[in-house]
């Protein structure tokens, strides 16, 4: 998201970007820190949402008309579907492509970009259609389940539980996709708002620092090979 | 899934812990999994068929996983669409494999997505790995020339392997090399993607020469 060198003068003067910025793995900063810069660039947030309305919204719930959240919606009760596999959603995609061209004739003529944005709903229902994560969440990065979230699980809501469940020794964001069978976007974003809410821990990996390894951890992995 | 989940060991071979300098200082002694396990990667690619799944299951401590990512548009003019004119996405999929190196070290191994249009992809996989091995079958060798150029566009160190189907190899690794034209500070090594010994002499020559490609990089600066 960042590169390394340039957090240090933009952390003076924080702007939204840097605000959003500040969900990256590498940062590890406590949460109490990140709610101080966000409160304090309120102003510039608001100015900023504006100008600029946010892009994943977009694909969510598409702005104008009622109709595309009418289709929205009638989808809803597929989306739990999704977890059970890649064919789930597959076929939910074709029925949804059927009903999106006749739900638009109904009304009033939409902007011709608008339909494209039910199609990615459907396999991103589990993330109300959110498809970027405010954290940094690479393939190979590791999350565990947090003792706060080990307390909180009765409490979780269903799919921050399986997550939770299965978490409960470090997983990387791949595994967590490909045991619960969900896209790996999904997956992301699910991560990133249970790591808000602190009920996962995200681990460093060997890029964290950067975006190339460094020596200490090659050779780390090195003598682990040689010892396999 | 709970046989996949339980299949996992607990923690690495007993070592000793980890050097100073690699843990994170933690604020305070916390039950359950330590969050300074740490992960690293490294990419498996190769043509179609060469055998990057079977390389990742031979040294893997859990059968290859399979993880998927929804495409988009990327698509257009290669999937028949003609059915369903309105679908815009499908899906994409890629194996991978963990090894616990270390009580707090896991390494993940992820083979590349076999058709070449899912570059996408590449760019998040390449993202922080240590290196990556381009298997390369001697029999179509034209396969891999896309990885190859991909990870020397991006300055990724790669290492080549030969992997022997038949367990013999057909040709000289230089006349390979020649053929290929590969650079000679790029190792080829003969591989047999089924045997773990071969797999993890094969990985253990890339990230040497990772390790080599960061230090003379370093001096470089």
Redesign the interface.
């Given at each position: 998201m960042t590169s390394g060198p340039d957090d240090a003068p933009r952390q003076q003067e924080p702007t939204f970007a840097d605000v959003m910025n500040g969900f990256s793995l590498d940062s590890?900063r406590p949460r109490k820190r990140r709610r101080w810069g966000r409160r304090r660039d309120e102003e510039a947030e608001r100015q900023e949402a504006v100008q600029a309305p946010p892009p994943p919204a977009h694909s969510a719930t598409p702005p104008p008309g009622p109709v595309p959240n009418e289709v929205a919606y009638s989808q809803g009760p597929q989306g739990p579907q999704g977890p059970q596999g890649?064919a789930g959603?597959?076929g939910s995609?074709?029925g949804g492509?059927q009903t999106?061209?006749i739900e638009p004739i109904r009304d009033e003529p939409l902007p011709p970009a608008v339909?494209?944005g039910a199609?990615?709903v459907r396999?991103?229902a589990w993330t109300r259609g959110r498809t970027k994560s405010g954290f940094d969440l690479?393939?190979?990065?590791?999350v565990?389940?947090?003792?706060q979230g080990?307390e909180q699980l009765a409490l979780l809501q269903m799919e921050h539980r399986s997550v939770a469940d299965?978490c409960?020794?470090?997983r990387?964001v791949?595994?967590v996709?490909?045991?619960l069978s969900i896209?790996?976007?999904v997956a992301r974003v699910l991560l990133g708002d249970m790591a808000g809410l602190g009920v996962v821990?995200v681990?460093?990996?060997?890029?964290?620092t950067g975006?190339?390894?460094d020596?200490?951890?090659?050779?780390?992995?090195?003598s682990?090979?040689?010892?396999? | 899934?709970d046989s996949?989940?339980s299949s996992?060991p607990?923690g690495?071979?007993p070592?000793a812990p980890?050097?100073p300098?690699?843990s994170?200082p933690s604020p305070a002694p916390?039950?359950?999994?330590s969050?300074?396990?740490?992960?690293?990667?490294i990419v498996v690619a190769g043509g179609f068929g060469v055998g990057k799944t079977t390389f990742v299951g031979s040294?893997s401590e859990i059968d290859p996983?399979?993880?998927?990512?929804?495409m988009?548009e990327a698509s257009a003019g290669h999937d028949d669409l003609s059915a369903?004119?309105?679908?815009?996405?499908?899906?994409v999929a890629m194996d991978?494999g963990?090894?616990s190196?270390?009580s707090d070290?896991?390494?993940?191994l992820?083979g590349t997505p076999g058709q070449h249009r899912f570059w996408f992809m590449w760019d998040?996989?390449v993202?922080?790995?240590?290196g990556a091995v381009v298997l390369v079958d001697t029999r179509r060798l034209a396969d891999c020339f896309s990885a190859i150029d991909f990870f020397e566009d991006r300055g990724l160190p790669y290492v080549v392997g030969l992997n022997a189907f038949d367990g013999q190899q057909a040709h000289r690794i230089e006349d390979v090399r020649e053929a290929m034209s590969i650079d000679p500070s790029i190792p080829i090594v003969m591989c047999d993607a089924r045997n773990r010994e071969s797999t993890?002499q094969t990985?253990?020559a890339l990230?040497?020469h990772?390790?080599a490609a960061?230090?003379a990089a370093?001096a470089r600066r």
């Open positions: 590890g890649d959603f597959a995609g074709y492509y999106g061209p339909p494209t199609s990615a396999p991103y690479a393939i190979e990065t590791l565990s389940t947090s003792p080990r299965l409960d020794q470090p990387s791949a595994e996709a490909a045991l896209p790996l976007g821990t681990h460093q990996t060997a890029s964290s975006n190339e390894p020596l200490a951890l090659m050779e780390r992995v090195l682990g090979l040689r010892r396999l | 899934m996949v989940g996992y607990v690495g071979p070592v980890a050097p300098n690699m994170r916390r039950p359950g999994p969050p300074t396990t740490i992960s690293a990667k040294v996983l399979t993880t998927e990512a929804v988009t369903t004119p309105n679908k815009q996405t499908t899906t991978f963990r090894v190196l270390d070290l896991i390494l993940y992820f998040d996989l993202r922080g790995a240590i993890k990985l253990i990230v040497q990772a390790m960061r230090m370093g």
